[in-house]
């Protein structure tokens, strides 16, 4: 049975309140949108959290093996805000931002036919939680369908790019770094033995 689907009618409030709050995680088609949109390439606009400073061991899949270490890619902050908060308090890239940040509030169950089967709201207690706006279940769906997706080819592009890290690092070449896996059209290694054959969005 459907549950918590009045949670719908969410209104945000355009606060911005989840933008200073909130460290969001970037996957590759994430940075992809963004660099399209803005024009910035990778990591202009993009910090890395290692295992000390954020605790991932519920998502192993996320950290990739970078010449730092283990690292997970978030948008960078600017003063404590995301570095795309307007001025005017509104997102400045609001057509082109991650996934996570379109599924945001909502974390939606479905269920086998695809339908929404529970939902529910994720917030802090900054958060007024105003329910008075319009159902829209077929968005907040298409969102979370979106979202799994992306990470699910983010995830493999992570499997494949850790696994082409530690094959250099046994033949005692240089790490690859963050600019080389969010490149769209990764060259191939041929010379090292191995090619990368990552999915590419």
């Known amino acids: 049975m459907a549950s918590g689907l009045h949670l719908a009618r969410f209104r945000c409030s355009s606060c911005g309140d989840c933008c200073r709050r909130h460290a969001v995680p970037l996957t ?5 949108r963004l660099e399209r949109a ?3 390439e990778p ?5 890395l959290g290692s295992l000390d400073e ?4 519920g998502e192993p899949s996320s950290l ?3 010449p730092q270490g283990l690292r997970i890619p978030f948008l960078a902050r600017v003063d404590g805000a995301c570095v795309f908060l307007g001025s005017d308090g509104l997102c400045s890239v609001h057509s082109a931002r991650p996934a996570a940040c379109r599924a945001f509030p909502f974390h939606a169950t479905l269920g086998r036919r695809g339908g929404v089967r529970r939902l529910r709201v994720l917030r802090d207690a900054e958060c007024s939680l105003e329910l008075t706006g319009p159902s829209d279940l077929p968005s907040i769906r298409r969102h979370q369908l979106e979202l799994e997706r992306e990470l699910e080819e983010h995830y493999a592009r992570v499997r494949e790019y850790n696994r082409m890290q530690k094959l250099r690092r046994r033949l005692g070449r240089r790490l690859a770094d963050l600019r080389e ?4 059209k990764p060259e191939a290694r041929e010379a090292s033995g191995f ?6 969005r």
């Open 28 to 32: 590759f088609a994430d940075v992809n």
């Open 38 to 40: 803005t024009g910035l």
């Open 43 to 47: 990591p202009a606009f993009i910090e």
């Open 54 to 57: 954020v605790d991932m061991s």
């Open 64 to 66: 990739i093996l970078l």
């Open 181 to 184: 896996f969010f490149s769209r």
């Open 195 to 200: 090619s990368r054959s990552c999915p590419s």
